[in-house]
């Protein structure tokens, strides 16, 4: 939800919530299993091609949930460069090629939040029993993306670049103590993706535009 309060300030919330594990039916316990993140952002608009704000986010960037401050920046300089930055998880620069192709640079810090519940006990180092292990995800992809309209809703998107994992590892769930138990040493990978996605026709954006005018 993005909410102007008068002709130069705005806020924004956003909440994404998850069943997020290794389950069936029988477990399923939404405790265990409930990932949310959010994030409110207060901001504003200076001009048409220039918008920024400031806020908290509430996510697992850092692999386990956690509250950090984030700055919004984007800016249009002129008619092909520009920046879109959510700032310090994504940072952009935009290139437009035409009125229907964009390319983007940048890098963007991945995460994922995974619960895995045991069918047999082990023991931790502190030798309590554990049952349940959290495993966290952190990777840094360092981005390059072009995006080309195919129809007048429907884009599509083919990326690559190289991905540096910075942690992917398991922690006891069971206790309180979330010792590390499995500490991974992964190395870096290059990848790629294609994908289709469906947004608003320019005529509409335009009509909603002249109606808040």
């Given amino acids: 939800m993005i909410r102007p309060v008068d002709a130069v300030h705005w806020y924004l919330f956003r909440a994404k ?24 952002i ?23 949930q956690s509250l950090y401050p984030v700055i919004v920046y984007n800016r249009t300089f002129n008619p092909r460069w ?8 994504r940072v952009l620069v935009r290139r437009n090629l035409s009125s229907n192709a964009l390319l983007f640079a940048g890098y963007e810090v991945a995460s994922n939040n995974y619960n895995i519940k045991l069918r ?16 966290r995800q952190i990777d840094l992809k ?28 398991a922690f006891d769930r069971t206790n309180n ?7 991974s040493q992964l190395g870096g990978t290059p990848y790629a993706s294609l994908d289709l996605f469906i947004v608003p026709p320019k005529k509409l954006l335009q009509k909603a535009a002249r109606r808040r005018k």
Avoid: H
């Fill in 17 to 40: 919530t998850e069943l997020n594990g290794d389950y069936n039916s029988d477990e399923l316990s939404v405790s265990d299993y409930l990932k949310v993140t959010s994030e409110f």
């Fill in 42 to 64: 207060y901001g504003w608009k200076r001009s048409s091609t220039f918008a920024w704000g400031i806020g908290v986010q509430l996510g697992y960037n850092l692999g386990r």
């Fill in 82 to 89: 520009g920046v879109e930055a959510l700032f310090p998880a």
């Fill in 120 to 135: 047999n006990a082990c023991a931790a180092p502190n030798n309590s029993k554990v049952t349940s292990l959290e495993l």
């Fill in 142 to 169: 360092f981005r390059l993306r072009y995006e080309r309209e195919l129809l007048f809703f429907l884009w599509t998107g083919i990326e690559a670049g190289y991905r540096y994992n910075y942690q992917l590892n």
């Fill in 177 to 183: 103590t979330r010792d590390r138990l499995i500490d």
